[in-house]
């Protein structure tokens, strides 16, 4: 389809609502037709910022291997039925839920 050349064509700014030439009004970027006084540009906060996955694991890691753990705490309700009886070093541990048995010797 054609269009006209508005050469001699008037338009009205959305803004202040006065006449101009069609040619002289600018599209602003929410797509209103504004004259030169009234046009606003787009404000940077109103783009998303540009953001980037966080990092989750290291590219060849290198543990240190010669710190081996020894003893590590083990946090239950034994004893005095108080959740959070320290028990330090155990030699045997049993846990059991439903049909499922977890032994650690």
């Known amino acids: ?3 006209a050349a508005a050469k001699y064509a008037y338009g009205i700014c959305d803004i202040c609502s006065q006449r101009f030439r ?3 009004l600018q599209t602003q970027w929410d797509g209103m037709k504004a004259c030169y006084e009234c046009f606003d540009v787009k404000q940077p906060q109103l783009e ?6 966080d ?3 290291l590219l060849q890691p290198r543990p240190d291997v010669s710190v081996v753990p020894s ?3 083990v946090y239950t309700n034994v004893g005095l039925g108080i959740i959070g009886t320290v028990l330090t070093t155990p030699t045997e541990m049993t846990a059991s839920l439903g049909d499922v048995t977890i032994t650690v010797i």
Do not use: D, G
Request: net charge positive.
């Open 1 to 3: 389809m054609a269009f």
């Open 22 to 24: 069609l040619k002289t």
């Open 48 to 53: 998303a910022p540009h953001v980037r996955p």
């Open 55 to 57: 990092a989750e694991a």
């Open 71 to 73: 003893a590590f705490t």
